[in-house]
């Protein structure tokens, strides 16, 4: 009998969950699943070890791996004695743990499935980047360091591009030697003598400023933004059970929006459930728009759309309106536009200032990005992105985000026909799905996949 062969690119939350979902079934399959970070195997760029400090975005109780088990993580943090000691946010339901706890989570139950199927699959762990996926006979060719090997149906789980280039530095400064870091590969010891500028104020930029605090940093901090504004705090509301009308236009779909805010807030509710309730309605809102009102949403709604759906816990929030009030962080909203590295160890920060034509400059020694992903995958420096796209196995999502895919995830290739066998999941599909790069939706995504994925089955007796 030769067995459905599965190759899953990238070992994340995405492709371990969707590995773990195609073991729970009793159609044997051979999965190889292919890591190009070891520290990242099973864990993805969010939940490796070094992540004790940054808390998740999201409480217990909204982080089981199992749509239809929602206390499975809050049981599996119970079992062990070991688990329970790292968790310095709490452990209850509704509390927030350490993002590495998460991740060991993730690897346990991978490391379970996998024992207790051995019988019937097999799967593989290939430490190895993937460079390129080429169509061939019945499947794919996937090629990497350790050569080319054959699939039936493989599936995209990469997750996130980071960017190659500082492109929040104005072109002529593109190249220039900077002390600048990355926020997704953690931060160096910083002496608290130093002046740091943060470039993005999201999600990343919380991490960020714990982690600085964690180190004992006492120096300076900047955080600058196009808006300047940060993410809002999780509070707990009763539910209300509001939701949206599905509308093609972005100025319509936010005055509904703020009518239900109101309307929950008049009955003892609050906006933050109104997000909570319209998450499975958020792909349809999103698709019911043209590619105008899409761009409009871009350009106006986004910033604000960030920093009420991507929350953080309380504790987080706080953590900067200390730093705040202590006069340690600056929060500036504005454009750099030029950058002098002359100057002995320090670089002279100049920006202008939002709704101003005026420059204001500063000194700092060392700049974090945490300007967020790549969205255009086409020229993201990615090489398997880059040769997908260029071989027209792959084409772009809409507004060049993600990767086209159709609604079951199957991806689109440059002729506008489906790709057989080629899956795409997460972040990937951003461009069509708006919202996929949380848990809740790849935990859809990765129970509906192995459906997808069996049906099709190859086997062959
Ligand atoms: C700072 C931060 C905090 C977050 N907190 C939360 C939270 O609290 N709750 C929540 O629901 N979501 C949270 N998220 C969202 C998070 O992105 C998702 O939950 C999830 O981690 C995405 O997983 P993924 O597998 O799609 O992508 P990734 O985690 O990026 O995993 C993709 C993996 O693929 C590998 N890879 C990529 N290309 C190749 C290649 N060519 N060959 C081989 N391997 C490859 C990468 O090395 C990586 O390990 C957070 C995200 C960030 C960045």
């Keep these: 009998m030769s067995h459905n062969t599965i190759a899953i690119i990238g070992s994340g939350l ?73 968790c310095i946010y709490g452990i209850e339901r509704d509390n927030y743990v350490p993002r590495k706890v998460f991740g060991d989570y993730l690897k346990d139950t991978f490391n379970n499935i996998v024992a207790e199927t051995g019988d019937l699959h097999h799967i593989a762990i290939a430490k190895n980047k993937v460079t390129a996926i080429i169509p061939a006979g019945d499947g794919y060719d996937v090629e990497s360091a350790e050569g080319n090997n054959h699939y039936h149906q493989v599936i995209l789980a990469s997750g996130n591009v980071p960017p190659q280039k500082a492109i929040f530095l104005p072109e002529h400064c593109r190249d220039l030697d900077l002390p600048i870091v990355h926020s997704w590969k953690g931060l160096p010891h910083i002496d608290s ?8 104020s999201g999600l990343s930029m919380v991490d960020a400023i714990i982690e600085l605090d ?29 939701t949206l009308t599905i509308n093609p236009s972005v100025y319509k779909q936010l005055t509904a929006f703020r009518a239900l805010a109101k309307e929950a807030e008049a009955h003892g509710s609050g906006w933050r459930t109104i997000f909570h309730n319209i998450r499975p309605q958020i792909p349809a809102l999103w698709q019911a728009l043209t590619d105008e009102e899409k761009q409009r949403f871009l350009r106006h709604v986004q910033p604000y759309w960030e920093v009420h759906r991507h929350r953080v816990p309380q504790f987080s929030y706080q953590l900067i309106q200390n730093l705040i009030a202590a006069g340690r962080l600056q929060l500036l909203k504005g454009r750099i536009t030029d950058i002098d590295n002359s100057t002995n160890g320090k670089v002279t920060v100049t920006y202008r200032p939002r709704h101003t034509q005026a420059r204001v400059s500063f000194d700092t020694d060392l700049i974090v990005n945490c300007t967020g992903p790549v969205t255009d995958l086409s020229r993201c420096g990615d090489p398997l992105m880059e040769q997908l796209i260029q071989s027209g196995a792959a084409a772009t999502g809409p507004l060049e985000m993600g990767l086209n895919t159709n609604e079951k995830g199957e991806v689109i290739n440059a002729n506008g026909q489906v790709q057989k066998g080629l899956f795409a999941m997460g972040s990937l599909r951003k461009g069509n799905l708006w919202e996929s790069t949380a848990l809740r939706e790849i935990r859809q995504q990765a129970e509906a996949l192995p459906k997808v994925i069996l049906a099709k089955s190859i086997v062959v007796t």
């Design 214 to 242: 964690k180190q004992g940093f006492k120096g300076q901090i900047r955080v600058l933004s196009r808006h300047g504004l940060i993410p809002l705090p999780e509070v707990p509301e009763p539910h209300n059970h509001l």
């Design 193 to 200: 003598r130093k002046q740091v500028l943060i470039v993005g």
């Design 14 to 86: 995405s492709g371990t969950l969707t590995a773990i979902n195609l073991l729970r079934q009793e159609v044997p399959v051979h999965i190889t699943l292919y890591e190009q970070e070891a520290q990242q195997l099973n864990r993805g760029a969010a939940y490796t070890k070094n992540n004790i400090y940054q808390p998740l975005n999201v409480p217990i109780d909204r982080m089981s791996l199992f749509s239809n088990q929602p206390d499975h993580f809050y049981h599996w943090l119970r079992e062990d004695e070991q688990r329970i000691k790292v």
